[in-house]
Antibody, heavy 117, light 107 residues
Framework: QLQLQESGPRLVKPSETLSLTCTVS??????????WGWIRQPPGKGLEWIGS???????HSNPSLKSRVTISVDTSKNQFSLKLTSVTAADTAVYFC?????????WGQGTLVTVSS | EIVLTQSPGTLSLSPGERATLSCRAS???????LAWYQQKPGQAPRLLIY???SRATGIPDRFSGSGSGTDFALTISRLEPEDFAVYYC????????FGGGTKVEIK
């Protein structure tokens, strides 16, 4: 059974870069022909797709975030990562890593990242 | 970008009642790329329905999805206590978007 787990700093300062890693267990990133992606949810609000990356390297991302988002895959570690630059308080959210784009399944448990000085 | 509008925002029902949730798209969506999720407080969303009408593994048959084009629906035939939650529809066309959610609360 595929499981995903997010890790990374819980507190990021404004204007800095948010960096998260998702570790995949129970299956290989490079064997599954899926997109691997990130979705976030500000406290008390709805879901927002950030972007996805195919294991071979092609990516697509939310147009509203595209200029700040980098998603990469490390097949040797069975991990993929998110970098979001120039963060503001509006980027405070629970960040979920996930497999697939339609449908999105499974999801990691999520990690709350707070942007604050 | 395709905008998904869910209605109602909140649905107040009693256990045993039928729930019908609506998801309307700003332009036509391929049924293949329409999914529904359930989210409970403090948890990640859980996939319920994919391809507009196919139940995900382990999802009870009281959950059903329907629709095509711009109008989709999720129906819960008889609400169980564990079904009170927030539900989101999602599509993937040239971008991935979610609806704003419908909260199903106990009346």
């Amino acid at each position: 059974q595929l499981q995903l787990q997010e890790s990374g700093p819980r507190l990021v300062k404004p204007s800095e870069t948010l960096s998260l890693t998702c570790t995949v267990s129970g299956g290989s990133i490079s064997k599954n022909s899926y997109y691997w992606g990130w979705i976030r949810q500000p406290p008390g609000k709805g879901l927002e797709w950030i972007g996805s990356m195919y294991y071979s390297g092609s990516t697509h991302s939310n147009p509203s975030l595209k200029s700040r988002v980098t998603i990469s895959v490390d097949t040797s570690k069975n991990q993929f990562s998110l970098k979001l630059t120039s963060v503001t308080a509006a980027d405070t959210a629970v960040y979920f890593c996930c497999q697939g784009d339609s449908p999105v399944d499974p999801w990691g448990q999520g990690t709350l990242v707070t942007v604050s000085s | 970008e395709i905008v998904l509008t869910q209605s109602p925002g909140t649905l107040s029902l009693s256990p045993g009642e039928r729930a019908t949730l609506s998801c309307r798209a700003s332009q036509s969506v391929s049924s293949y790329y329409l999914a529904w999720y359930q989210q409970k407080p403090g948890q990640a969303p859980r996939l319920l329905i994919y391809g507009a009408s196919s139940r995900a593994t382990g999802i009870p048959d009281r959950f059903s999805g329907s629709g095509s084009g711009t109008d989709f629906a999720l129906t819960i035939s008889r609400l169980e206590p564990e079904d009170f939650a927030v539900y989101y529809c999602q599509q993937f066309g040239n971008s991935l978007t979610f609806g704003g959610g419908t909260k199903v609360e106990i009346k």
